[in-house]
């Protein structure tokens, strides 16, 4: 959806970590060598640029299979998630879990995940917008 070349945002490589020591390692690296990085969670950021990175040569750190759900807080309603965490996983252990919460997704709806949306300052659609 970019109205120029397509190869002016084309990446290095994609790294896609499942650790956190494994992303500490790859910022390490990146670092040392001065290459950019462009970190996605869910990377369903559509319209947006989706995975695509801001520039050509990036190193796109992909989060998507760092996926657990580590706490959810009944009393406060606070959730501690990792980045690949989808809409759709969270509204499942509430489910399970029988949380009385109410998830505020975006459009792109369960596909995507918090922690992307709120990275990326996105809203759902309840009046508190996203949980996140
Ligand atoms: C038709 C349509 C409707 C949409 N409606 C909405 C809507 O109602 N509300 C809304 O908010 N958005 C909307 N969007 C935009 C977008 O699809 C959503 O915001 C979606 O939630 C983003 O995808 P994601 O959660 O997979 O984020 P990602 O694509 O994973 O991340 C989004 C961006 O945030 C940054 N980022 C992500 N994770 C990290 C991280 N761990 N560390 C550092 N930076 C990170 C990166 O720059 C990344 O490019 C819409 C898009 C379309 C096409």
């Not at 650790?19 to 869910?42: G, H, L, N, R, Y």
């Not at 252990?93 to 029988?98: D, F, P, R, T």
């Not at 992307?116 to 996203?130: E, H, K």
């Amino acid at each position: 959806m970019m109205p120029v070349d397509d190869d002016l945002y084309k990446t290095s490589c994609v790294v896609q970590a499942t650790t956190v020591e494994q992303v500490q390692a790859v910022v390490k690296i990146c670092d040392e060598f001065a290459i950019p990085v462009w970190t996605i969670s869910t990377g369903r950021n559509f319209g947006y640029g989706t995975a695509a990175p801001a520039k050509r040569g990036t190193v796109v750190l992909d989060l998507k299979h760092m996926n657990k759900i580590i706490e959810i807080d009944p009393d406060l309603g606070t959730a501690l998630v990792e980045p690949g965490v989808t809409y759709q996983q969270l509204f499942d252990y509430l489910e399970a879990n029988n949380l009385p919460f109410y998830l505020s997704c975006p459009a792109p709806s369960a596909i995507a995940g918090p922690v992307g949306n709120t990275m990326d300052r996105g809203v759902g659609y309840t009046p508190m917008a996203s949980i996140s």
